[in-house]
């Protein structure tokens, strides 16, 4: 919103919020004659006429949701309370002709291969347009903490049969890869078990994203920016699980991320 | 964000920021000689160092919030899943310097003399410097259908009686009224019913916000304008309890408010 205007960002409704807005009928404020660049940004979002997105992943995906609000564009806490709630609560609120069904269904601890023994209900028939993926942490982390057997190597083989499967049934869809992260200092962590042995995972996943041709977040980078303005405390307590403030950086991000692909 | 910059936001930050910027350490695209409109009213915000701010209300503000969760700025559920939760993500998110503490203590159901009965553990005790209310739906609605004997100038009385009891006791607090609104054509809405009705118990809550000249917040109106651009079954379903877009839409309007609170 930029002068208290409500801006609808669809084609067909930019048409009518001209109209509206001329007409005063949507207008809360002054009138620019020239949109900000935020407007710019915002109107030039090319979205299809029915979008169904999926995310996937552990416990940061999952946030806390309730598990029997099942329904996409649940508003009683089936999002979650992470990055996944802002995310779609902006994509719903901006673009409310457009058919956006979002779905969670990130579960906390979860693995790679956990998603894949739940892929068939938890992806394949929600039929995604766009699926987001955040998975990765829990697979090095609980080699540390819960004596998991898998390695890197697992983690790759197994992230890519869940890419090949997801393309084999659903080729339309697009895919976004999130960059696993953790935020250093956090009370969670201790940093010589997890550098330099976790970035092998990111740098799977990093080229993953590359050899499928996939968007992808950086989320390390997000996080290791945002340590320069204010503590792990405040953005991530436990170096693994953000704050409703870095949950609002990774929607940042990943809208960024979205908003380029749509454009 | 503008062009992938994460863009912070506090008069020390700014500062910080800049240099941040320059030394490309907060820079993820590419930077402008001159702020966008958008950022120069993010930056333009004074926060003080501590802030507390209060939600106060019924379902609408409670919106699935986990009871248990009960701190402050709770990211597992406690501050629910409506406009609370995109607002304090967005303030959290953008001020990491400022010492941002966000309560909801919405309850469905609730009217005016029921948040008097919980007002010294749920108000008083939290001693916000921002406090928002929205309140007011069920004290019409349930004289509908529960035989609530309460009337419009019940409500009156016991609203003004509450903010007296606040201010006494909590003088510097800034207060915020929004209005209590419903979405015509709403499932659970007889229009014949309600209006104009209804439109007392807004007229007394724009009153009394104007009487204690505190910050108004005009949903009605958002919902009105948000039905010339898609249906009620987009925006609030029932009529009362919106959907993650409307809820955004509520975030938009209120941080519009409290960013002229705040400049």
């Given at each position: 919103m930029q002068n208290g205007k409500l801006n609808f960002n669809n084609r067909r409704t930019f048409l009518k919020k001209t109209t509206l807005a001329s007409a005063g009928v949507l207008g809360l404020g002054n009138l620019q004659a020239e949109p900000s660049l935020y407007e710019k940004e915002k109107t030039n979002l090319k979205l299809p006429k029915d979008l169904t997105i999926l995310f996937q992943g552990d416990s940061i995906t999952d946030?806390?949701?309730?598990?029997?609000?099942?329904?996409?564009?649940?508003?009683?806490?089936?999002?979650?309370?992470?990055y996944v709630l802002p995310v779609a609560s902006e994509l719903l609120g901006k673009n409310p002709t457009s058919n956006i069904q979002c779905y969670n269904r990130g579960i906390s601890g979860h693995k790679v291969f956990q998603l894949a023994n739940r892929w068939e209900e938890d992806c394949l028939q929600i039929q995604p347009d766009v699926l987001s993926i955040l998975i990765g942490v829990n697979d090095f982390w609980h080699t540390l903490?819960?004596?998991?057997?898998?390695t890197a190597r697992s983690y790759e083989d197994d992230f890519r049969k869940l890419l090949d499967r997801t393309l084999k049934q659903l080729p339309d869809c697009k895919i976004i890869v999130c960059e696993p992260f953790v935020v250093k200092?956090?009370?969670?962590?201790v940093e010589k078990e997890w550098f330099p042995a976790f970035m092998a995972y990111q740098n799977i996943a990093r080229k993953i994203s590359s050899d499928y041709n996939t968007n992808w977040v950086p989320f390390q980078k997000t996080f290791d920016d945002a340590l320069e303005v204010a503590s792990v405390e405040y953005w991530c307590p436990d170096g693994v699980h953000p704050s409703l403030g870095g949950g609002y950086l990774m929607a940042e991000v990943w809208l960024d991320v979205f908003k380029k692909m749509m454009k």
């Open positions: 946030a806390g949701r309730k598990r029997d609000h099942y329904y996409a564009n649940d508003a009683w806490g089936g999002l979650g309370s992470g903490s819960h004596g998991y057997k898998g200092g956090g009370s969670a962590i």
